[in-house]
């Protein structure tokens, strides 16, 4: 689980997060959304420990971040698996290679303990025949999912998605999704993503925290979605036609 | 003032590559492939440029002896002097902050751009000692390229003297033992592991610490290609008053 607890961070004169507080419940899939520049990829980078907050508290599993000794940091990094939003994975290695790659840097496995390992998440993503190739001779979907499968491969406790399917087809979209929320509830971890998709927020939004211009405008769940009247969640959720009428027929449905 | 935030960035930036090492068995793998990019794979411009700058220098040297009382072995006098001293430690230097500076930057920066260096970060990496430290190690046999250069240099002046016919050999070769100081070498090698370290360093902190896309990346290169140069003349300079001065 992480709890955060009044989160502030300001770049200049520019305030781009204004005191969040919200948790990140264990086993579920937490959607954090909102419009571009209302402060996710801050938010998200302040819990990966890449940026530092100017105040306010970030607890994994009850301890503060801030008072952590830095090799108490060091391992909780290794606890976290992130998937970034261009993939980034590493040009210079095989899709292979950039699996193996945290357990070569942080374990005392043997090349066949790291192989069996790679092997078996590679296939747990659905990837069996692209061990050999490197990331620009593979698809954007496919990318995603190498991304995934590194993000896990050193059993994490936390795993972090910035906007996972951007740039996917939506067919693609959705079986990325799916897969996140699978590993989540299968490895029982704290997953946060960041996404404005749609889809994604309705699939598999267990809770949901949205951020409007630094603040956390609202949280709940992707049934409480369609329920909601707070203005700033419909106007950004239910901006597209076809939404608004998925909504309509949800809450025609439930009456 | 934003200068010394860059010099005060950049001595931050070395200091915290030397920190959280990086597993042994996987850094020599990255000095070993360093070693391929920034030394061996520079060999070969090194070597066609080091040859026609000895035979160019040979040359000149020739054309400006009008004085019949001066002896021919000058050429050969005047063509190790420049290679030793200035032009096998010095200008080779400005070559490769070209070709190994602007790679380097390019390299680190387009590892920014796509945030594989967060990703790093994000695993518990120490980024810098992981990207930038195997070129430090690699960029140390340099000085193994200058003392090539100095060499296919010379023989470059030979070459252009002797067959041009601005000289003999036997000129030549009196004029390259004549008044030879050693430790003029050994000036030269200090100044090129000098250079070695401002070639790695210089354009990993314009690559590691660039903001924006792909055109900065561009950008950062040239950048990072104006300021090493800078920095080489200065330290040449400096090293120069200090070691022969």
Known sequence: MIEVRDLHKSFGKSEVLKGISTTFEKGKTNLIIGQSGSGKTVFMKCMLGLITPDEGHICYEGQDYSEMTLKEKRNLRQEMGMVFQGSALFDSMTVEGN????????????????????????KRVNLVDAHKKYPAEISGGMQK?????????????????????????????????????????????????????????????????FLKDGWKAWEGSNKDIFRTDNEAVTNFVYSSELFKKVRQMYIEERN | MSYMTSIGSYAIMVVDLFRKPTKWHVMRSLILKEIDELIYGSLGIIIFISFFMGGVVAIQTALNISNPLIPKNLIGFATRQSVILEFAPTFTSIIMAGKVGSYITSSIGTMRVTEQIDALEVMGVNSLNYLVFPKIVAMF?????????????????????????????????????????????????????????????????????????????????????????????????????????
């Open chain 1, 99 to 122: 699996v193996m790659f945290p357990l070569d840097m942080f374990t005392q496995q043997s090349r066949s303990e790291m192989q069996d390992r790679v092997d078996f998440v590679l």
């Open chain 2, 141 to 245: 046999l340099y000085p193994f390229v200058v003392a090539i250069a100095m060499y296919i240099g010379i023989l470059g002046g030979w070459i252009a003297g002797v067959f041009g016919g601005f000289t003999s050999s036997a000129d030549f070769v009196q004029g390259l033992q004549l008044d030879f100081i050693p430790f003029h070498v050994t000036y030269s090698f200090i100044k090129s592991v000098v250079f070695a370290f401002i070639i790695a360093t210089v354009p990993s902190y314009h690559g590691y610490y660039m903001k924006g896309g792909a055109l900065e990346v561009g950008k950062a290169a040239t950048v990072s290609f104006v300021w090493t140069s800078v920095v080489l003349i200065v330290m040449n300079y400096l090293l120069t008053q200090l070691l022969l001065g």
């Open chain 1, 145 to 209: 999912r190498v991304a995934i499968a590194r993000a896990i491969v050193m059993n994490p406790k936390y795993l972090f998605c910035d906007e996972p399917n951007s740039g996917l087809d939506p067919k693609t979209a959705i079986l990325i999704d799916n897969l996140i929320q699978e590993i989540t509830r299968e490895y029982n971890i704290t997953t946060v993503i960041n996404t404005h998709d749609m889809n994604s927020v309705m699939e598999i939004g267990e809770k949901i925290v």
